[in-house]
């Protein structure tokens, strides 16, 4: 029966000894800390992925290759997981089979390195959609659990962890006949097992299917909790950690098993948090930020308070571990040039146009600055940003009744003779500041001097975390007589903003931000001052610090507008930013780099710092806005318009997105610049129209409608471009308010210029454009788009007809119109009860409901 056992043959695969050694070859290079060897091993790479057997030579090391040390066999994998990630669908079935048949042999390998390599490799196969087509993975990943030899089970379970991870949903779906109701009781076997590796996997596990309420888990959930309960006081660190992170999801997703014992969670919690290490302390942590946003809250934590608070403003203060990945004792480093990896994007908002409405009259701005945010250095997570955040939230669920806890505790902080004490008392004001605000009024008159004293401390950090509690209070100062403290503040963040540190630095600009925002017209009469040290900055600065410098001076502009318009304070401004402007070398990555280099090389390098371009836009947006006409010599001496038409095209929405609100400031600005790109920029805007990115989507739109305003009749060629997409956004259901109203406007403005082009197609707009543009008050854009509507009603009448009942609606909205605008209500208005006779007019209008009809009979006689 020989060919019986050609049928079943395995799959016999031997490496060439040549072919071998060139890829061994290619993965020692790759170690290599020199960049350019990298970048050739990596051409060297895609290239080999040409050769069909290429990754089996990759698996053969993996796991065959003994003789070779580990980080070598272990990086052979990690490519392999590339390739499998970017050409899977490619591989010939005969490897494919020979890896997954050899992932599975190796899962047990002696070295843990390469387990988990195995692991890796085997969720990323997974997840390429191959769950379903390996049937037998995860059984056999199940029965290997149970061997007995220690390196299996553990590999198996690194391996299972990793796709519980990475394909928790398809694994709770009917796709693969529901494997969890087997795995989840499997699973929770293992968390009473003498190994504390294995344990902390075996939780770990189960916990990718809390928060999706997983059924096969919610069947034993209470065997899960019980079993949580047994491991409370595991000596391993991992296993604790996974229990808080349990009970943490638990606490959102079955609050009613917890309520029972939650007298112990908290008391077990307390302790967590204050545990040894550092991990479980941040999961602990986490609990009391979740159960802050629980209605029960108030209730279950009041008699815990007088043990919790202390505990959280405890691990408020900075670990020595901090203070020195936080360089915490180098005072002065503003003349050291920023590191690469200093230069981490801050989150930064881009500018979204909208219109003013009568309801409200201000736009809805996310709150997203006041997030607790001070050193954004270390890992961008830990205990100490927990504890201030749970404070906060607490703060806000409490409000005042959280004080008496508070300040007996702050009184001993804020005045310690130990910095770093005394620094996270004033952290702890800064976190209290939004939820006990009415409480600490009485205290302010002291706290606020004192603190502005902090400000010159004489140490770094804890000047830095001044200039953020203080921003916290900024609304309040802005409140009392301008000499009082909003001067001394002022001058002291001043002086902060030249500060020899740049952590402070950086802070003295955030804080000094929020303050203009609170404080707007009442800085007018120091701009000079404010001016003198902002420019002063532009040649002080460090890169990572001047984005947040644009961004003070774009908040400026914005918040005293026109005042910002005099000659003097002009000169001051704009040759400095011209300078830089115009020093922007191409490897710089100061504010638009390598834009030319990265489009046409982009393998080549790296790309330019987004949030740099983000910030230079909105920065030259609100100078735009704020001195008009005058920023034309800027405009004149520099390259802005080419690196804005870079920025139209990039790849990043909210590079996108500011630089159509730059145009549409600088159309209105200085039109003279932009008219000679007009062809070049519209079909960008065109393609831009997508309302799938909202805001970018709006701000193209907005730049449109000032774009016609300027050209005029000269916009024609351009109407086929634009003008069907902004009839089909605003068709859509659930488009967002702001960005119908500003398509409405547009449209409006399009059919002012070129009526002959738009009104053709009133009746497909007519309706929600009259809805969208009820709401908004009188202003220059909703005249220029009802000019434009009247305009291509006399063009196309029967286009409004169906619809008219809504241009009724729509024109009462009016409060104040310029009277030729009213003359041309009144002149549709009548020509249409004309036309039909006043029998049919009062037929028609007995439909109005009372208040739109007595309106128009007083305003328009009809």
Same mark, same amino acid.
């Given at each position: 029966?020989?060919?019986?056992?050609?049928?079943?043959?395995?799959?016999?695969?031997?490496?060439?000894?040549?072919?071998?050694?060139?890829?061994?070859?290619?993965?020692?290079?790759?170690?290599?800390?020199?960049?350019?060897?990298?970048?050739?091993?990596?051409?060297?790479?895609?290239?080999?992925?040409?050769?069909?057997?290429?990754?089996?030579?990759?698996?053969?090391?993996?796991?065959?290759?003994?003789?070779?040390?580990?980080?070598?066999?272990?990086?052979?994998?990690?490519?392999?997981?590339?390739?499998? $990630?970017?050409?899977?669908?490619?591989?010939?079935?005969?490897?494919?089979?020979?890896?997954?048949?050899?992932?599975?042999?190796?899962?047990?390998?002696?070295?843990?390195?390469?387990?988990?390599?195995?692991?890796?490799?085997?969720?990323?196969?997974?997840?390429?959609?191959?769950?379903?087509?390996?049937?037998?993975?995860?059984?056999?990943?199940?029965?290997?659990?149970?061997?007995?030899?220690?390196?299996?089970?553990?590999?198996?379970?690194?391996?299972?962890?990793?796709?519980?991870?990475?394909?928790?949903?398809?694994?709770?779906?009917?796709?693969?006949?529901?494997?969890?109701?087997?795995?989840?009781?499997?699973?929770?076997?293992?968390?009473?097992?003498?190994?504390?590796?294995?344990?902390?996997?075996?939780?770990?596990?189960?916990?990718?299917?809390?928060?999706?309420?997983?059924?096969?888990?919610?069947?034993?959930?209470?065997?899960?909790?019980?079993?949580?309960?047994?491991?409370?006081?595991?000596?391993?660190?991992?296993?604790?950690?996974?229990?808080?992170?349990?009970?943490?999801?638990?606490?959102?997703?079955?609050?009613?098993?917890?309520?029972?014992?939650?007298?112990?969670?908290?008391?077990?919690?307390?302790?967590?948090?204050?545990?040894?290490?550092?991990?479980?302390?941040?999961?602990?942590?986490?609990?009391?930020?979740?159960?802050?946003?629980?209605?029960?809250?108030?209730?279950?934590?009041?008699?815990?308070?007088?043990?919790?608070?202390?505990?959280?403003?405890?691990?408020?203060?900075?670990?020595?571990?901090?203070?020195?990945?936080?360089?915490?004792?180098?005072?002065?480093?503003?003349?050291?040039?920023?590191?690469?990896?200093?230069?981490?994007?801050?989150?930064?908002?881009?500018?979204?146009?909208?219109?003013?409405?009568?309801?409200?009259?201000?736009?809805?701005?996310?709150?997203?600055?006041?997030?607790?945010?001070?050193?954004?250095?270390?890992?961008?997570?830990? #205990?100490?940003?927990?504890?201030?955040?749970?404070?906060?939230?607490?703060?806000?669920?409490?409000?005042?009744?959280?004080?008496?806890?508070?300040?007996?505790?702050?009184?001993?902080?804020?005045?310690?003779?130990?910095?770093?004490?005394?620094?996270?008392?004033?952290?702890?004001?800064?976190?209290?500041?939004?939820?006990?605000?009415?409480?600490?009024?009485?205290? #302010?008159?002291?706290?606020?001097?004192?603190?502005?004293?902090?400000?010159?401390?004489?140490?770094?950090?804890?000047?830095?975390?001044?200039?953020?509690?203080?921003?916290?209070?900024?609304?309040?100062?802005?409140?009392?007589?301008?000499?009082?403290?909003?001067?001394?503040?002022?001058?002291?963040?001043?002086? %902060?903003?030249?500060?020899?540190?740049?952590?402070?630095?950086?802070?003295?600009?955030?804080?000094?931000?929020?303050?203009?925002?609170?404080?707007?017209?009442?800085?007018?009469?120091?701009?000079?001052?404010?001016?003198?040290?902002?420019?002063?900055?532009?040649?002080?600065?460090?890169?990572?610090?001047?984005?947040?410098?644009?961004?003070?001076?774009?908040?400026?502009?914005?918040?005293?507008?026109?005042?910002?318009? $005099?000659?003097?304070?002009?000169?001051?401004?704009?040759?400095?930013?011209?300078?830089?402007?115009?020093?922007?070398?191409?490897?710089?990555?100061?504010?638009?780099?390598?834009?030319?280099?990265?489009?046409?090389?982009?393998?080549?390098?790296?790309?330019?710092?987004?949030?740099?371009?983000?910030?230079?836009?909105?920065?030259?947006?609100?100078?735009?806005?704020?001195?008009?006409?005058?920023?034309?010599?800027?405009?004149?001496?520099?390259?802005?318009?080419?690196?804005?038409?870079?920025?139209?095209?990039?790849?990043?929405?909210?590079?996108?997105?500011?630089?159509?609100?730059? @145009?549409?400031?600088?159309?209105?600005?200085?039109?003279?610049?932009?008219?000679?790109?007009?062809?070049?920029?519209?079909?960008? @805007?065109?393609?831009?129209?997508?309302?799938?990115?909202?805001?970018?989507?709006?701000?193209?739109?907005?730049?449109?409608?000032?774009?016609?305003?300027?050209?005029?009749?000269?916009?024609?060629?351009?109407?086929?471009?634009?003008?069907?997409?902004?009839?089909?956004?605003?068709?859509?259901?659930?488009?967002?308010?702001?960005?119908?109203?500003?398509?409405?406007?547009?449209?409006?403005?399009?059919?002012?210029?070129?009526?002959?082009?738009?009104?053709?197609?009133?009746?497909?707009?007519?309706?929600?454009?009259?809805?969208?543009?009820?709401?908004? %008050?009188?202003?220059?854009?909703?005249?220029?788009?009802?000019?434009?509507?009247?305009?291509?009603?006399?063009?196309?009448?029967?286009?409004?007809?169906?619809?008219?009942?809504?241009?009724?609606?729509?024109?009462?909205?009016?409060?104040?119109?310029?009277?030729?605008?009213?003359?041309?209500?009144?002149?549709?208005?009548?020509?249409?009860?004309?036309?039909?006779?006043?029998?049919?007019? %009062?037929?028609?209008?007995?439909?109005?409901? @009372?208040? @739109?009809?007595?309106?128009?009979?007083?305003?328009?006689?009809?």
């Amino acid at each position: 029966m020989v060919w019986d056992r050609q049928t079943k043959m395995e799959y016999e695969w031997k490496p060439d000894e040549q072919g071998l050694q060139q890829i061994l070859q290619l993965l020692k290079e790759s170690q290599s800390p020199d960049t350019t060897i990298q970048r050739t091993v990596q051409q060297k790479l895609e290239q080999l992925n040409q050769y069909p057997d290429f990754n089996n030579y990759l698996i053969f090391v993996l796991t065959k290759l003994k003789s070779e040390d580990e980080p070598t066999r272990s990086l052979s994998g990690l490519i392999l997981k590339n390739n499998v $990630k970017a050409h899977f669908q490619n591989f010939p079935n005969g490897v494919t089979d020979f890896i997954k048949s050899e992932c599975l042999n190796n899962i047990g390998d002696a070295s843990p390195l390469i387990r988990a390599t195995v692991g890796i490799l085997i969720t990323t196969i997974a997840s390429k959609g191959e769950l379903q087509n390996w049937p037998d993975l995860l059984p056999k990943l199940c029965s290997l659990l149970d061997s007995e030899d220690y390196n299996t089970c553990e590999g198996a379970f690194g391996a299972l962890q990793k796709i519980c991870e990475d394909s928790a949903e398809i694994l709770d779906s009917d796709v693969l006949d529901r494997p969890l109701n087997i795995m989840i009781p499997k699973f929770l076997q293992f968390f009473k097992h003498s190994s504390p590796k294995i344990r902390s996997h075996a939780v770990a596990c189960v916990n990718q299917f809390i928060i999706s309420r997983t059924q096969a888990l919610m069947l034993h959930i209470d065997s899960f909790i019980e079993n949580l309960f047994a491991l409370a006081g595991d000596e391993e660190p991992e296993v604790r950690k996974n229990v808080c992170r349990a009970l943490v999801m638990l606490l959102e997703v079955r609050m009613d098993r917890l309520l029972p014992h939650m007298h112990n969670i908290v008391e077990y919690m307390l302790q967590r948090t204050q545990d040894q290490d550092e991990n479980v302390a941040l999961e602990a942590c986490e609990f009391w930020l979740t159960l802050a946003e629980q209605p029960i809250c108030k209730d279950v934590l009041v008699r815990h308070l007088p043990k919790l608070i202390p505990v959280l403003v405890n691990g408020m203060k900075y670990s020595d571990i901090d203070i020195i990945l936080l360089k915490g004792d180098v005072e002065e480093d503003e003349t050291i040039p920023d590191s690469e990896q200093d230069i981490r994007p801050r989150f930064h908002r881009s500018r979204t146009v909208a219109q003013q409405h009568d309801e409200d009259g201000i736009e809805e701005e996310d709150d997203d600055d006041d997030e607790i945010d001070d050193d954004d250095t270390i890992s961008d997570w830990n #205990l100490r940003k927990c504890s201030a955040a749970a404070l906060d939230v607490l703060a806000n669920v409490y409000r005042d009744e959280l004080l008496p806890h508070i300040l007996p505790l702050l009184k001993e902080l804020l005045f310690h003779h130990e910095w770093v004490v005394k620094e996270s008392g004033i952290l702890v004001l800064g976190a209290i500041a939004e939820g006990c605000m009415q409480g600490m009024i009485p205290y #302010l008159p002291e706290l606020i001097p004192h603190l502005i004293q902090c400000l010159s401390d004489k140490k770094a950090l804890v000047r830095s975390i001044t200039c953020w509690t203080l921003s916290r209070y900024a609304h309040w100062v802005v409140s009392q007589p301008p000499d009082t403290y909003l001067k001394p503040l002022m001058t002291e963040l001043l002086k %902060r903003i030249l500060d020899s540190n740049k952590r402070v630095q950086e802070a003295a600009c955030s804080a000094f931000a929020t303050l203009e925002e609170e404080a707007c017209t009442e800085l007018v009469p120091y701009l000079a001052y404010i001016l003198d040290t902002l420019v002063f900055a532009f040649s002080k600065y460090q890169h990572k610090n001047l984005l947040i410098l644009y961004d003070a001076i774009g908040t400026l502009a914005d918040s005293v507008g026109h005042h910002l318009n $005099k000659p003097e304070y002009i000169q001051m401004l704009m040759p400095p930013l011209i300078q830089k402007w115009n020093m922007l070398k191409d490897e710089d990555k100061d504010l638009f780099p390598l834009l030319e280099l990265n489009n046409a090389q982009p393998d080549q390098y790296e790309a330019p710092d987004k949030d740099f371009m983000i910030v230079a836009l909105d920065l030259l947006s609100g100078l735009a806005e704020g001195l008009g006409g005058n920023i034309e010599q800027l405009v004149a001496r520099s390259n802005i318009l080419t690196l804005m038409y870079q920025c139209m095209q990039d790849k990043m929405p909210e590079v996108r997105q500011s630089s159509f609100a730059l @145009l549409g400031d600088l159309t209105k600005a200085c039109f003279q610049h932009v008219k000679p790109c007009i062809a070049d920029f519209m079909p960008i @805007l065109g393609t831009n129209l997508n309302p799938e990115f909202i805001s970018v989507c709006n701000n193209a739109t907005w730049a449109i409608g000032e774009i016609s305003i300027q050209m005029g009749i000269e916009m024609q060629p351009y109407i086929p471009m634009v003008l069907h997409q902004l009839v089909e956004i605003i068709n859509r259901p659930n488009t967002p308010k702001t960005l119908l109203e500003n398509t409405a406007i547009t449209i409006g403005r399009l059919g002012y210029v070129c009526p002959q082009e738009v009104a053709p197609m009133l009746q497909q707009f007519i309706r929600p454009w009259c809805t969208s543009l009820r709401n908004i %008050r009188d202003n220059e854009e909703k005249d220029s788009a009802f000019r434009g509507i009247c305009t291509m009603i006399s063009v196309n009448p029967s286009g409004v007809i169906q619809d008219f009942i809504f241009f009724c609606d729509a024109v009462a909205s009016w409060i104040s119109p310029k009277d030729d605008l009213r003359d041309m209500f009144c002149k549709i208005l009548h020509g249409f009860k004309n036309q039909v006779g006043d029998e049919n007019w %009062r037929r028609f209008s007995d439909q109005f409901p @009372l208040p @739109l009809k007595e309106r128009l009979a007083a305003f328009y006689g009809v």
